[in-house]
């Protein structure tokens, strides 16, 4: 069996390439169901976590274009997110 990361801890390129395989997995249409739920699942968490990195991301950007070259930088709320 092999041992899979917390979501939380997966960087934007690990999760997105462990969504990659499961999707892959999933098309070939031979897991059973219970492999198949749970690999649905852990897409979806995958998923999410994907987004949100980017919407961060995004952010990070606005405020750095938003200061027209100014070297300060602005905090931003990550836990202030659409769930």
């Known amino acids: ?3 899979r990361k917390k979501v939380e801890t997966l960087s934007f ?3 997105m390439q462990e969504l990659e395989t ?3 997995k999933m098309e070939q ?3 059973p169901l219970e492999d198949a739920l749970q ?3 852990r897409g979806i968490q995958l998923a999410r976590l ?3 990195k980017l919407k ?3 952010q990070k950007v606005q405020i750095l274009m938003s200061q027209n070259g100014q070297a300060n930088l602005l905090d931003f709320d990550t836990d202030n997110t659409d769930n």
């Open 1 to 3: 069996m092999t041992t």
């Open 13 to 15: 390129e690990q999760s």
């Open 22 to 24: 499961i999707v892959s």
């Open 29 to 31: 249409g031979d897991l």
């Open 39 to 41: 690999n649905f699942e």
């Open 50 to 52: 994907s987004q949100q």
């Open 56 to 58: 961060d991301a995004e």
